[in-house]
């Protein structure tokens, strides 16, 4: 039945901001809240999947039966990513990760100066484009946020990851992305089909996600 299409299955999903270390009292971040990455955890255990959840810092309860593991930065985000990927049927990559770090975390609280000043920046690693390079018989599902050209930058960005299926979302249109219990997205998959949803709840766009998902994976398993 629809209600466990992924039974056997194990995925892994990723969600929430990344915190990038300033200092002990500072850090670089984002608006995500975890509502996607969260809703996709819950309706994936109820499809009968195993799932892990990587969670950066939010103020969510993850759902029962699923396993967490709790990160803050990009880095350790990596990290935890790469260590569950093998053992992953479906990796899902809702999280919001910093593009760029801090080149320096001190481990002091920095004073403040009179004047202006700057925080040199380097970039983080890309997790979505690791994964795509080192991919096997898995289904890799990408986010993207975007503010302007959302679909030219979600199909780039399906090739460019070797992902399967890009959710993009425009986080500047009422009742989409960061913060809100709705979305709106459009899901782009690697045949070049577009599904455009309407304005819904995170929890029923997790239920297209992971139906358009459970397709992919029979499709794999016939070939
Ligand atoms: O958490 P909520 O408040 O519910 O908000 C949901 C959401 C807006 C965060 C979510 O719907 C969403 O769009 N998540 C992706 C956010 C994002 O970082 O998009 P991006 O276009 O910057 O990144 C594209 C993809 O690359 C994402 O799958 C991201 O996880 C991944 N990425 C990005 C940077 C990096 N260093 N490594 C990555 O893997």
Do not use: W
Request: proline share 3%.
């Amino acid at each position: 039945s629809k209600s466990l299409e992924l039974k056997g299955k194990t995925v892994v999903i990723t969600a929430g901001p990344t915190r990038e270390k300033i200092d002990p009292v500072r850090f670089i971040s984002n608006h995500s809240t975890g509502k996607m990455g969260y809703a996709l955890a819950e309706k994936a255990k109820a499809s009968g999947a195993r799932v892990v959840l990587i969670t950066g810092p939010v103020q969510l309860t993850a759902p029962t039966g699923v396993e967490v593991v709790k990160v803050e930065s990009a880095e350790e985000m990596y990290n935890a990513v790469l260590q569950f990927f093998a053992s992953a049927d479906v990796v899902i990559k809702t999280a919001a990760v910093a593009d760029y770090r801090p080149k320096t975390a001190y481990d002091h609280k920095v004073k403040k100066q009179s004047g202006d000043t700057f925080i040199e920046l380097e970039r983080t690693k890309d997790i979505l484009l690791e994964l795509g390079a080192r991919k096997g018989k898995q289904i890799l599902v990408g986010f993207a946020a975007e503010t302007d050209n959302v679909e030219e930058y979600a199909k780039k960005k399906l090739l460019a990851k070797n992902a399967d299926m890009i959710v993009a979302n425009n986080v500047k249109t009422e009742g989409a992305g960061f913060g809100t219990d709705t979305n709106i997205v459009t899901i782009y998959k690697r045949n070049g089909e577009a599904v455009p949803l309407p304005l819904m709840s995170k929890h029923e766009v997790a239920d297209k996600i992971l139906h358009e998902i459970s397709v992919l994976l029979k499709d794999l398993e016939k070939n």
